[in-house]
Each structure stands twice: as structure tokens, then as C-alpha cells.
């Protein structure tokens, strides 16, 4: 085994940001992800980068913007009721294309709620909570080793497509610890000759969502939906498993995905031929990869910490041909394995 | 005419008490003391009234104390009446 | 190897998290799969702080314990709450010094630790006797790994804290020997 | 003259609850919050007050105080005051804030329900810390002062210098009250309770916005303990964050 | 014709809450929504009503929060941009349970974008762009008379349900005059013992979302839940046009929807047998409505002023068993009648 | 001395693009652009400047000017500035603000912004009502003016009284440089020019965060001519909002 | 009773707004659906304000005049913008103060609006005048409703501007009368 | 020793002007006028030079000007030199 250290999910995060090249950071404190920002404001510095604590969650974003139009790498973090008040301003940065990422560590809701995990804002980080057209590439780890690896990861796909990456994490993510292999691969540099660094020996860059000459805009809007065309045709990623016999097909992230394997593991002990599919990017979709298992899979549980949310994706992609049953904890509830395996058993004739 | 001595009587809510220790520190007459042998039922050593006469009812603890745990009473005068 | 789930709790100031994270750090130089969960949240609350360490051979599902091999608990509610999640002959390492032994088919061991941590003059070394005693009784590490386990977690501390913690570990670890 | 039954010095006000307060022992928040409840027993206005609690470690005010409350989110307790007040001129209301949630996120709020000269009463609790979510650095935090968030102590060349919230709101024209005090020693409390008494009289008067600092201990994320954190105010804030009545128009005239 | 009167929709809006008995107005100046905030600025204080121009949209959500648990009918309304910031008191909201209104005048996005009119944030109203589970009803006004109507009809909805209600709207719906016959109906009063009255003789009241012991907050999502599935029971409004032996149906809702019945005439007197479903509460979605069509119906058009957000729900509805197309326009571009037709044509095989 | 060729007293700045400003006719936001351009060419800065355009009238001014820019969300060109400064710390950041934008919806960010001490340069637009959006009520609006949310006039009692900005931002310890000047007479303008042409040499001094707010017409929502709104500053808007310069720390040390 | 589809357009000031709210309150009198739609957003440019309004039997789909029945202009950027959105046959009022006659295959009447109303002492009832022209040819409604609305729309604004008005109303009338 | 007169040139760049006047206003030597016949393709009346000889080059007309319609330069000394 490689040398692994221990960390919890968060302070993962922020070390994985560290090596993934980020330049600055912009937070506010929102407990269950303060350890990530603790984590900034002690090693940013050290690595001779920005960590700036902002006066609030809207400051925060918009210095992000900044620092992402000025061409470097930039990043926040919140919890849900944060992440909401940055909603203004992820659709400013979606709609002027400023790669950055977000990492939203969910808790309970609605409200205030609480601080346990919580898988309530999919609708927010997939369907988009601000205003207008626009996407985020949203992706979901699993594990600590993810947290890190994504968050590293989400800055060269930002770069990519000048466009924000949302790391989607849940309390339970955060706050364990797990071993970890750090990250030791450069991060991917591209030119940003959009960036503003001054017009020197060149025309002058604008960052911009505003077009108010008619038709602008939906031009601009038209060339956003075919670069989420094609992101979605190269960076949906899955993660199938025990798929390829299943006849029951489990669908979680994050979580609940981790749940939903050891769920599997023990239907298929017990002759259920279970799997587990695992959407890891949860925008792009991958759509295809489910539908591709509709042949053979007879059920479809999708198991989340909501009311089902991702569940409409799933049926989506589904289109009636497959029963899709649902199994969701609300407000920082989890499930526990023993309920979705007594689900599943119920949907698969086996109730005992 | 010498005003006669006031005595008072301190009413300690124990259970609500955190044994941070300000009624202690703030005073004057140290009249109070963090216990040294019991705690209560949030596992805190809380404070026990350890000089009950020497209590001259200046509400210090009272002012301090932030979890509202100590009532005062003035005592009525007549010989006999203390329990 | 077997898989170990350990939950271990005490009051705020009883340095749980510190045996817990030192626990979780020797597991991982030997099981694949490791997860330490602290107390959070709604958890946070009735006068314990707890965290859960699971040493696994397959992928852990929940790092939250359902059902544990072991309890290690450092004050009485400590106990009250977990003694239900304690599997059937599973084991609880117990402060003898603030927790009424438990009843039932539980392989208990208790040792006075806070009583012993005050001996050796420094109350707050209790939690690491519990985790010398727990060690013992697990019989997954020998008693080397856990000293230099201790020694390194306690480096930065200073050097009074690391011999502090080695004879700490060993009063636990020696008490919780055979028939203890 | 004899008494012949005891008779009550201090007892327990009766807007406080049964509910034990979640503050960390030795915490600023019970000191002041118990002072409020005895003002509104004195005031005899519990049956019309409503409180405005913050997000912050006093989020659970609501079940200390035998009053009817609102939450209000991070940072937004003005506007919430506001709208309670704009709806039903005839309640006392009062927001309670921490400096995180007054002075950083709700910065915004508080000036502009000050400039309005909102008819309620503000208690602005400065512990240069956030404390609920674990000691980060507020914009109250001190030069130099080890946080979660500056742990090499605040720099004032990035970071800014500690915000003087009294002084600033001092600078609009419509608040009719605006002192900082502090819940350290005797005098001071007392001192502090007189001007909590004020505000709410001010505001009966109809007298407009009064905000009230009061300079507050949290022992745990100052690592100090309580005595010394009370001794710590004295000592190292109260140089920085003077105590004095910085606006005081004067009851009497309506409106 | 019973007397009417010449308005614009945003002036409709605002004199439809004034009748709706609105007691209290917070708002916050942005284009094309000015006209409203403006004429509750005139006339609010005429009734001896509330109105407050407060210092943002954050500060006018979280006011029209104290003001609806003090148990007055409160109201805000911005645009886009204004109601993304709106998003975490909407969540809020939501979790307290208090009646309000918010009116959505949408122009094109993302960020800045333009003041032309939108229906961009579709997936923001419905689906949730604040965090945690919760949902606000959502009204769909096509005409004057309906963006007056619905108003004062949410302010009842409202009270009803405890839940927050909005009227999703465009600019040009804002912008446009119609003639109008004004609401005489007395606004339904309901107890509201909840609010916040001072505690009088009474237990006290306390407004909040937050619910940290274990498990209770799960019990309040549970009972949202219960709420909105009795308000999908109760509320669901849908309106059907030419639909009875409709071949091809159009789904469209507002400014989109007055353009799809043009079509739908326009189509049958070509021969084809086209329909509208124009749905009115957005959510709770028609999804009932829509099914019941499905035996005849050969083909689905949606249109709308968006990349594809209501043809989620459309096709969610659907679930495979009709072709759904769709015809978007984006940031700020509106459908022409003639390209509708034409898509229509060119779904039924009469492409010209 | 006689000349044999034509020499240039003044010409067109080379910062500014060949678009016309969108301006209405008289406008003052174009008077301080003008002077904004021509000290930028001044300072040679041109190549190594980025603006932060403000949503206001302004919100166009990249158009304007041949300089890197960047749009901002309404009220958040503090933040986008801060970042853009801490992201390069060589570059010359200003941001461009609208008294909507920065007194109203944008209040803590400036604030933040000039506590931090951010090394950037704020001009301050005030013309006293929301332009952009059809003259409505900024913070700054006088007492008992119309606009379109204050049809009888801005009453002080609810809606409160004109906040000055620069007094408030002075209470603050890190700006280096604080002023109000207007752009109304000939004198003034040159004024202005003045503090602005010394904030960002401050700027490059490293002094810290400068802010100069500037009193501007607005003819449109003014309902007065272009020359009566220059009267109405000296005569209304001045004893209101007094020039002075509340804060010049001087340049020469470094951060 | 025909439909009427008619765009309306000036420079800022000409108060075609005016006019155009005029002419549709005059319209729901009568008519079942009417629409007014100011220009706004990306539409205003390009030195024109205008408006559009719609008379119809039946339900309006969209308040955006596509395909126009008549124009009245008041300036030359508005003539040049909408003229390709007037139909085949359709009718422009254009101010002939301001704008050349257009070309091509459309009924065009002229009148001299801004002259007109600079002899009667006050510019901007210019739009009144081109109302009045306007009303005339569409042969929608008698001298009288129109005089009565332009009267009720006027009062506001005091009685020496109500009669300047309806002289106004009057010339344009006259101006538009048989040949014109 | 008296100092020769300088002359100047104003260049005014019409179709940037919006006929706000203010130039016209703040002129000491009322050099400039506001067209009364003439307009802009934004239909505004622009400034002229009425008064080319009155300049005195003070700048005013600049430093007022919101749209940047004017150049000034200064004249060679030598006579015949205006065109
Ligand atoms: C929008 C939002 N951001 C952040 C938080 C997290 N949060 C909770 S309390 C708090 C600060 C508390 O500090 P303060 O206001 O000083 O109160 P104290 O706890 O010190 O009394 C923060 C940042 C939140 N709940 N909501
Ligand atoms: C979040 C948000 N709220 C509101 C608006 C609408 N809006 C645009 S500009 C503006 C105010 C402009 O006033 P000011 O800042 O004083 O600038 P001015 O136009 O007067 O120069 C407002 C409210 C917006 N674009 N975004
Ligand atoms: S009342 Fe005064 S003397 Fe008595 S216990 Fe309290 S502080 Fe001591
Ligand atoms: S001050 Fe109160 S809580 Fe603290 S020790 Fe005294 S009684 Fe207990
Ligand atoms: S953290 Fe600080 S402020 Fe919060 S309760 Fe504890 S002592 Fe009080
Ligand atoms: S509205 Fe006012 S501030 Fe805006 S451009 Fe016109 S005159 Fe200038
Ligand atoms: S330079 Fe002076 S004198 Fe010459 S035109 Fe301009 S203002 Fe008039
Ligand atoms: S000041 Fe400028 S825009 Fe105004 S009239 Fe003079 S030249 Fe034209
Ligand atoms: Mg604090
Ligand atoms: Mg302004």
C-alpha cells in the first residue's frame, strides 16, 4: 500500500484544492465544512497563496469571480444555506464562463435546519438554483480519497470549459476520517488569454454576462448549451457496480452510494442479484450508461437523504421502462443499510 | 440607631449550575464555593453555599452568574428563624 | 484480521477524539479500510462526545456504527447510550473511577483511569490508559505498535507529555492482562 | 422595622424559561440574556414582546425566554425585526446579534434598519469571535488575536482591524440610542442593564432604532478561563472598544 | 363588458395584492418589474398599508419573513437576478412555514444578462433554488387579468396552506397593458394562531426552521411532505384549450402559452388537430391532466423561453409513451408564432 | 515665444474607446469618466489598469474605457475587486460604483473592502437616486425628495435620512484616503481630478484602499437641465454632503 | 369590427407612449382583447421609443406586432425600422416635419405634425396631431370618441392642455380628411 | 513686455454631442452655441464655435464636457495661420 495519511473529508477537500493548484480561497465559516476552511487559512498562506475569510457567502462568490476573471484559480465552500446565497452569483460566473469550483459539504433543510448530512440540494447544484440557462458541472464523491481527488480534478475540467465545478458533499463526507493517498499529478495548466491581466500588447478582455443588444444574449446562450453539449458528451462519469448480471439496479450517490454497495454485497448473498449504479457526475448525467442496463435490470431503488430529488433524473432516463421505487431520509436522517435491504427485498418479492 | 445586620438566604438551582465559577470570584464575601465532592446530574462540581452568614445580599453572584442559578432572600429578623 | 467497530465516548474533555484518531492511525498501517467518525451535529449532545473507528477488510459502508464490537466509555452516560449498540459479547473498556460496571452478557473490563490519571498527576492522561487497556483486550496490535503509536501523536506535545502517555498506555495496557 | 417573612432579593425572572441554557459555563450570552428577561418582567411587557434570534450561539434563545420568537437567517435578525415591527407597530420587538451575524454577514442589515431608525431595540453581543461555529475570526476580532481562521493571529494589513460597530452606527442620523458597555465587572453589568432598561423605554416611546453593544465573554474560544475572560475584557478589549453612550436624544418626545 | 381598466401586468400585480389584502410590501427596485414596486410605493400608504423600499433583495425577503410571522400577508417581488438572492430566505420560509407571496418577473439570463422577457427560471420556481426539500406554489399568469387575478388569489393560497406561493411572470407580461376588471371578491381570512402576536394568554409562538435534536427535523420534512401532497391534491390548475380531440399537443404556459393557442387555431384551420395544455400551477405540476390526454394525443410540443426546463416535467409526466419535442428560445429571445408553426408542421409531417 | 505648429491643449484620452457613452444628455458619470481616462493616460497605467464596472448606468463603462473590465453583480464590486487585486497584486484595480449599488444592496462589501484595506481605488458615484432603473430611492436620497418610490417625498421618520458615505467609510482605521468633492463648477472638477489622479498613485504606492465619492448629476431623474442640476449640487447637495477630505494618510510608506 | 395592429414610434420625446395608451384605452371600449406593449429592454435603441398597439376580435397572442396594419411615425429611425413590418397594403402616418415619404406600395399620408404644433404654440402636441390623422384614416371611431378621450386623457394635466389638445386632435383630423 | 495673444482651435467632434449645453454655460467667452438648425444623427442639436476668436483656451468647455466632444489646440503665433 502506498503511503496513506488520515484526513478527515474536508480538510481533504482543501488539500486536494492545494495540490489541484488552487490560488485563492474565499469563505465563510458554516459549520459542517469548517474544517476546510481552518484547513485553508493555516496552509494557503504557507504555500505563498490567498486565503481570504469574506464578510459573507455573496461577498465570497464574488471574489471568487474576480479572481477567476483575473485568470487564476479560484475556490469556495459552504453548506447549504450558504451555498444558497451564492446562487446570484454562480449564474454570473456560469453566464461570464469563469472556471472556479464550489464545494457544497449539504446539511439538513429547509432553513436553518440542521448540520447533519443531507442530499437535499440536488435540485440546487443539477437543475440550477439561479436564474436563467446554465450549468454546473456537479460532481459527487464517495469516499475522503474522492473528496480529494475530485476537488484536484475540478479545477483542470473549471479550466477546460470555463466553467464552475461544484464538489457535492454531504456532513457525513466532511467529517469522517479516512486514509488517503495524496495527489502527486500537476495540475493541467491552459493559456486564459480571456483573462484580465491588463491590455497589454492586446485588445482589452471584458468579463461580462450582460448583452443588451437584441439577440445577444441568446447568441451567448447558444454557445453555452453547445459547450454543455458537449461537456456532457466527455465527462459524464459512472460508477457501475456489480452491474452486469443485476436485476436489481441501485441508484445513489455519494453517501448512499456507499450504503447501496454494501446493500448489494448482502442481496446478492442472499440470492438477490443485486448492483449498484453510481452516477459520479451528477451533471452531466449519465443517462446513457443507466439506460444501457435497462435491458436486463427488472427494478430500479434509488436511495438518497431527500424526498427524491435525483430520482427525477433517474426517471428521465428511465422513461417507464422499468419500475423506479424510491427509499429517502429528509433533514439529516441517513439511511441505514438494514432499511434500503428490507426496500429492496419488498421490491424484489422477498419481504421477510 | 445601628441598622441591625440583614441576613439572607441563597436559594442554588444545582442543576443548572456550570461551576464557572463567577458567583465564587465575584463575591465579596466569600460566601460561595465550587463543591469539592458532588457533581450534578450534567456532571458539573456546582457551587454549594459555604459561609451562608456571612452572605450580605449585594446580589454579585446574582449579577454574574449567567445561568441564573442563585435567588436571594432577605431573611426575616426574628431570632430563631434561621433553619 | 477480524474487523473491529469500536465506539468510544466520554464527556467533552476526556481527550476521546485523541485515542479515537490514534486508534484509527495504527489501523490504517494494517486494514485496507478505515474510518474514523467523530460526533457531530444532532449527536453533539446529553453530555457525551463521541467517535466511531471502523478496521475493515471490505469497503465500509457507514463509517457510523450500528452494531459494535467494542465500547470504550469514560463516564456514565457514556455508557447508558451505548451499551444498546454493543453487540451480543462484545466487549466495553470502562472508567471504573465515573461508570457503575455494566449488567448483561457484556465482556467488561474496567479500569480506574481517571483515579490512576490523577496518581500519575495529570487527569487528562486518563483517556490514554483506557486505550491501553483497549488494545490489550483487542489483541490486534502488539504492544510496541501502540507505543510508538503514542509516541508519535504525543511528539508535539513535548517530550513530558510523550513519557506521560507511554506509561499511561502500559498502566492500561498491563491492567487489562489476563483475568482483568 | 422587623420583617416577618422572608422576602425576595432576587428571584428568577419570569420570562426565563425552565429550559437550561446551552451557553458554554462562564458564557457572556446567560449574563445578558438574564439581565433582558428581568428588564421585561420590570417593564411588564412580556406579553407583547417578541424577540429576533440570531444564528450564532444564541440561536435557541427562543427556548430560554417565555416570549414569542422569531429565528431569524445568518445576518438578517434587522430585517426580520423590521418586518415584524412594520407589521404590528404595537409589539416591543428586539433583535439579539452576535458580532459575526451583525458586523460581517448582516453588516448591511444593521446600518440600513439603524438609518431607517427602526422602532426596536438591538443587543449587539461582541465576543471578537464567532463561537458557534468554533472560534473564526469576526470583524470585531482583536490585532493579533489567534482564531480558527487567523491562526497566526488576525493581520490588520489583510485582514482589516478590529470594527468598531458603535461608532459606526453612530454616524447615522436616526438611532436614538447607541452606547457600548460591558458584562465584566459589577458596575459594568449593572451599567448595562440600565442602558438595556433605556432602549426598551426609548423604543415604547416610540422613539425609534437604539443599539446596544455589550462586550461579551467566550471563555471557550478565548482558551481563558471564565474569570479570566471576564478580567480579559477589561484588561484588552474595553482599551480598544470604549464603553460610552455615543447617541442618547432623551425620551419625551414622540416619534 | 363590465367596466374594465388599461394596466400593465406589473401594475395588475400590484393592485391585485392591494385587493388580495396584502398588508405589507417589501421590494427592491429591478427592471422589467419597476412599475409594481413603484405603484406600491404610491399606494400602499393610501390604504395604511406597509410598504418599505428596503436596502436589497436579501433584506426585502428576510422582512416580508418577519413581517408573515408576525400573521400580516406580506409580499415581495424582483427579477432573476433579485430572486436568486432570495433563495435562502425562500428556503427559510418554506421551513418556518409562513404564508407569502413572491412575484418572479423573469428577464433573460444567466447573471446580468438582459431585461427582456424569460422563462429561465422555471427550474429555480419548481424544483427549488434555495436548499433543502421544499417547494413553493407556483402560479403561471398568461394575461393582465390573470397576473391580477392570481395574485390575489396567492395571498389566500397562502394563508391556506402556510407555504409560500409565486407568481412566475415575464417581462413582457410585466410590461404589457390589457384591459382589466378589477377584484371585488373579499380576501378569505383564516386564524392564524401561530404568529407572533406577543404571548398573550396564551403558550408562546416561535417562528423557526432549525431543529437540531435528533430526528425532529426529519419530522417536520416528513409533514411538509404531507402538506404538498395535500396541496397537489387540492391545487393543481390546469387549463385546456382545443384539447378534446387534439392529435398534437402544444404544453405551454404563459407568455408561451397565449402564442401556442394562436398556433393551435392556426393548425386546425390547416387541418391539424392541435391542443394547448397550458398549465397554470407549475407546481403543483398537472402531471394528472397531462396523462389523462395521452391516449389520443400523438405528439407533444413544448415550448417555452428556456433551453428545455418545463419539459422535464413534461416528460416525467409523459414517461416515454408520446414523442415530446421541443421549441426554445433563450435570453430574452420569444417564440414567433411562425416558428411554432412551423415546428408543428415539421412534428406532423406537413413541413412546408 | 511664437509656435509654428498647433499644439494640443487638450485632447481625447487615449483610454477611452471611440464609443459613445450612453449616457443622457449632461449626465455626470461621464464628466468623472473623462477624468478617469485622462489620468489614467497620465499615470502610463492603462496597460496594467482593470476596472470594476458596477450595474447602474455605469454598467456599460467597459465599452468606454481601453482597459481590462470586469462586470459585477449589483453591489458586489468591492468583492469582485478584492479578488481580482489579491489574485494580482500588480495590476491597478478600481471599482465604479452607483449609490445604489454601493450604499444600498452593496453596503457590507464596501465596508469589508475598506476594513480589509483592500490596495484598490474606489470612485463613488453619488447622484443620489438609482439612475439605471427609473429614479428611485438610493440612500442617499435627500429628505423629502421624489422619486419614483418616494412619489410625496423621502420622509426621514420611515425611510430615513441620506447616509454619507465617506463619513461612515472614515470610521474605518486602514483606508488611506477618503474624500467627498463634486464634479458640479470648474474648480470642483478640477478638484476632483486631483483626488482621483492621488488615489491611485496611493494605489501604487501600495497605501491601501482609497475611496472618493464624487456628487453627480442626474438631469433625468432630477427633472432638471443638465446646467440647473450642476446649481442644484452646489446649492442642495453640498451642505448636505460637505467636500472635504476625511482621510489622507499620505503617501510614502510602503503597505 | 376589423382588427388593428398598429406601431407607434418617435424619438423619446414625441409621446407616442401618450398616444398610443390613448388609442388602446379608446380601443377596450369597443373591443374584446386590446393590447398596449411599450418598448423596453434591447428594444429601445436606436433613437426610437414606441409602442404597439393591438384591437381584436379575438384573443391576442402576442402583444408584439409582427406584421403591422399601420404605422404612425414621427421620426425618420422610426420609419426606417418598422416600414418592413407594415403589411402589404397597409397604412403609414408619418410627420412629415421629420420624415421623407415612404416609397413603395404603401397608403401614406403625411402631415406636418411638429410644424403644425410649433404654430400652435406648444411642440409636443405634434402626437395629438398625428393621433388625430391617424383616427381619421383607420375609420374606427367617430371625431367624437376620440375628442372625448383625448379630453379625459388631457384633464390631468389642467384645461389649457386639454384644448390645445383637442384642437390638436382636430387638425390632424381635418389634415387626413377625404385625399390627404 | 506683453505677452502676444495665443489663438486656439476647437475641434468638436458633433456626432459624440448631446446638446446638454453645458459647455455653452460654463464658457467665459460664450465661444460656444448650441446648433439652431443643424442636428446630429442622434437628432441633437450639437455645439458650434460661434465665436472662434473669443477662446481664450481656459479648457472649461472641457473639463464640463460628459461626452468628450472636444479637442482644443493652441495655434501657431504666426499670422495668416487660421484657416
Ligand atoms: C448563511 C449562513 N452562513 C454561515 C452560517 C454559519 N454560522 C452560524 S453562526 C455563525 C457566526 C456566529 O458568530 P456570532 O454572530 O459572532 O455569534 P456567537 O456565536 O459568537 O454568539 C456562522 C458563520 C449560517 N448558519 N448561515
Ligand atoms: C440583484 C439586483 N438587484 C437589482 C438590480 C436592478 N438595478 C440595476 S441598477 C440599480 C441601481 C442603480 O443605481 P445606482 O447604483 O445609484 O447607479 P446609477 O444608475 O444611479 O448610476 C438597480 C437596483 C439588479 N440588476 N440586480
Ligand atoms: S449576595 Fe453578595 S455576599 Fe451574598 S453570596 Fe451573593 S455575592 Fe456573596
Ligand atoms: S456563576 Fe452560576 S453557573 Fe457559575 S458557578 Fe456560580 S452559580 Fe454556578
Ligand atoms: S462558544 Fe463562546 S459564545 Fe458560544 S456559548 Fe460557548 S462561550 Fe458562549
Ligand atoms: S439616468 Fe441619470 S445617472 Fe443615468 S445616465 Fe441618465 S442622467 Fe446619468
Ligand atoms: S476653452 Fe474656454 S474659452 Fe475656449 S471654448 Fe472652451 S470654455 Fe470657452
Ligand atoms: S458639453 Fe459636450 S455634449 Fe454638452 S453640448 Fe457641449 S459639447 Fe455637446
Ligand atoms: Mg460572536
Ligand atoms: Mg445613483
Known amino acids: 500500500m502506498s503511503k496513506r495519511v488520515l484526513m478527515n473529508g474536508n480538510e481533504a477537500v482543501a488539500e486536494g484544492a492545494i495540490r489541484g493548484g488552487c490560488d485563492c480561497y474565499f469563505g465563510y465559516p458554516i459549520t459542517p465544512q469548517n474544517e476546510l476552511t481552518a484547513y485553508m487559512a493555516m496552509h494557503m498562506p504557507r504555500h505563498g497563496r490567498v486565503f481570504v475569510q469574506a464578510e459573507s457567502e455573496v461577498a465570497a462568490i464574488n471574489m471568487v469571480y474576480g479572481a477567476a476573471g483575473a485568470g487564476v484559480r479560484a475556490m469556495t465552500s459552504s453548506s447549504s444555506p450558504g451555498v444558497s446565497l451564492k446562487q446570484e452569483g454562480l449564474s454570473y460566473i456560469a453566464g461570464a464562463e469563469l472556471p472556479m469550483v464550489i464545494v457544497n459539504v449539504q446539511r439538513g433543510g429547509p432553513g436553518l435546519g440542521n448540520i447533519d448530512p443531507s442530499q437535499g440540494d440536488y435540485f440546487q447544484a443539477v437543475k440550477g438554483g439561479g436564474h436563467g440557462d446554465y450549468r454546473l458541472i456537479v460532481l459527487a464523491p464517495d469516499s475522503v480519497q474522492e473528496m480529494h481527488d475530485f476537488t484536484a480534478d475540478a479545477f483542470d475540467l473549471a479550466d477546460r470549459y470555463r466553467n464552475p465545478v461544484m464538489i457535492l458533499a454531504d456532513g457525513r463526507l466532511g467529517q469522517m476520517m479516512e486514509p488517503l493517498i495524496l495527489r502527486t499529478r500537476e495540475p493541467e495548466r491552459v493559456e486564459k488569454p480571456w483573462a484580465l491581466t491588463g491590455a497589454r500588447g492586446r485588445e482589452k478582455n471584458i468579463i461580462r454576462s450582460y448583452f443588451s443588444v437584441d439577440g445577444v444574449l441568446e447568441k451567448r446562450n447558444e454557445a453555452l448549451q453547445t459547450k454543455y453539449r458537449r461537456i456532457a458528451d466527455a465527462e459524464t462519469r459512472v460508477d457501475p457496480y456489480l452491474m452486469d448480471d443485476a436485476e436489481l439496479m441501485l441508484v445513489a450517490y455519494g453517501t448512499c452510494a456507499r450504503l447501496a454497495k454494501a446493500v448489494a454485497r448482502d442481496c446478492r448473498a442472499a440470492g438477490i442479484r443485486a448492483g449498484v449504479l453510481r452516477p459520479v457526475s451528477l451533471w452531466p448525467y449519465p443517462t446513457e450508461a443507466l439506460r444501457s442496463y435497462l435491458d436486463r435490470v427488472k427494478n430500479i431503488l434509488v436511495v438518497e437523504m431527500s424526498a427524491g430529488q435525483m430520482v427525477e433524473d433517474v426517471r428521465l432516463a428511465v422513461e417507464g421502462a422499468v419500475p423506479v421505487h424510491f427509499h429517502g431520509r429528509m433533514g439529516g436522517g441517513v439511511p441505514t443499510t438494514a432499511d434500503i435491504r428490507a426496500k429492496a427485498d419488498e421490491i424484489t418479492g422477498r419481504a421477510r | ?83 | 484480521m477480524k474487523d473491529e467497530r469500536v465506539i468510544l465516548s466520554g464527556s467533552g474533555g476526556q481527550g476521546l477524539m485523541f485515542i479515537g484518531k490514534l486508534f484509527a492511525q495504527m489501523g490504517m498501517d494494517v486494514y485496507p479500510h478505515v474510518t474514523f467518525m467523530p460526533s457531530y451535529g444532532a449527536e453533539v449532545r446529553g453530555g457525551t462526545s463521541h467517535c466511531r473507528v471502523i478496521l475493515s477488510e471490505e469497503a465500509i459502508a457507514s463509517p457510523v456504527v450500528e452494531i459494535a464490537d467494542s465500547l470504550v466509555v469514560m463516564n456514565q452516560p457514556s455508557l447508558d447510550r451505548f451499551l444498546p449498540a454493543l453487540r451480543e459479547g462484545g466487549r466495553a473498556i470502562y472508567n471504573a473511577s465515573m461508570v457503575q460496571p455494566p449488567a448483561g452478557s457484556v465482556a467488561a473490563t474496567g479500569v480506574p483511569a481517571t483515579e490512576w490519571a490523577l496518581e500519575m498527576g495529570d487527569a487528562r492522561v486518563a483517556n490514554v490508559i483506557m486505550l491501553g487497556a483497549y488494545l490489550r483486550k483487542t489483541e490486534l496490535f502488539p504492544f510496541e505498535t501502540a507505543e510508538a503509536a503514542v509516541a508519535e501523536f504525543s511528539a508535539a506535545k513535548g517530550p513530558d507529555a510523550e513519557t506521560m502517555n507511554r506509561q499511561a498506555l502500559k498502566r492500561g495496557w498491563d491492567a487489562a492482562g489476563d483475568g482483568a | 422595622m422587623t420583617t416577618t417573612t422572608e422576602k425576595p432579593v432576587f428571584t428568577r425572572p419570569q420570562t426565563l424559561t425552565d429550559r437550561p441554557m446551552a451557553y458554554c459555563p462562564g458564557c457572556g450570552h446567560g449574563i445578558v440574556q438574564t439581565l433582558m428577561a428581568g428588564i421585561i418582567d420590570e417593564l411588564g411587557i412580556r406579553e407583547k414582546t417578541v424577540g429576533v434570534a440570531p444564528v450564532g450561539c444564541a440561536v435557541e434563545t427562543y427556548n430560554y425566554f417565555n416570549i414569542d420568537m422569531s429565528e431569524a437567517a445568518h445576518g438578517r435578525v434587522p430585517a426580520v425585526a423590521t418586518g415584524i415591527k412594520r407589521a404590528r407597530p404595537d409589539l416591543v420587538v428586539f433583535g439579539y446579534q452576535g458580532d459575526g451575524d451583525l458586523a460581517s454577514i448582516g453588516l448591511a442589515e444593521i446600518m440600513h434598519a439603524a438609518n431607517r431608525g427602526e422602532n426596536y431595540t438591538t443587543i449587539f453581543i461582541n465576543n471578537t469571535v464567532y463561537g458557534m461555529t468554533g472560534g473564526q475570526m469576526a470583524p470585531t476580532t482583536l490585532a493579533h488575536q489567534k482564531t480558527q481562521t487567523t491562526p497566526l493571529g488576525r493581520d490588520p494589513e489583510t485582514t482589516g482591524h478590529p470594527m468598531r460597530m458603535s461608532e459606526i452606527i453612530a454616524t447615522l442620523d436616526s438611532p436614538c440610542l447607541v452606547a457600548r458597555c460591558a458584562a465584566d465587572t459589577i458596575p459594568n453589568i449593572r451599567k448595562t442593564r440600565a442602558l438595556l432598561l433605556k432602549a426598551f423605554q426609548y423604543q415604547l416611546a416610540g422613539q425609534g432604532f437604539s443599539f446596544i453593544e455589550i462586550l461579551c465573554t467566550c471563555p471557550t474560544h478565548w482558551h481563558l478561563s471564565p474569570k479570566d475572560s471576564m478580567d480579559y475584557i477589561g484588561r484588552v478589549l474595553t482599551p480598544i472598544f470604549p464603553c460610552k453612550t455615543f447617541r442618547d436624544r432623551g425620551a419625551g418626545h414622540e416619534g
Do not use: H, T
Open chain 2, 1 to 83: 440607631m445601628a441598622k441591625p445586620k440583614k441576613r439572607y438566604r441563597l436559594a442554588v438551582d444545582i442543576e443548572r449550575c456550570k461551576a464557572c465559577g463567577l458567583c465564587v470570584a465575584y463575591c465579596p464575601r466569600a460566601v460561595l464555593e465550587l463543591s469539592r465532592d458532588r457533581i450534578n446530574g450534567k456532571g458539573y462540581p456546582f457551587v454549594e453555599v459555604a459561609a451562608p452568614d456571612a452572605c450580605i445580599g449585594c446580589q454579585s453572584c446574582v449579577w454574574v452568574c449567567p445561568d441564573c442559578v442563585i435567588e436571594i432572600f432577605e431573611s426575616p429578623q426574628e431570632e430563631g428563624d434561621r433553619s
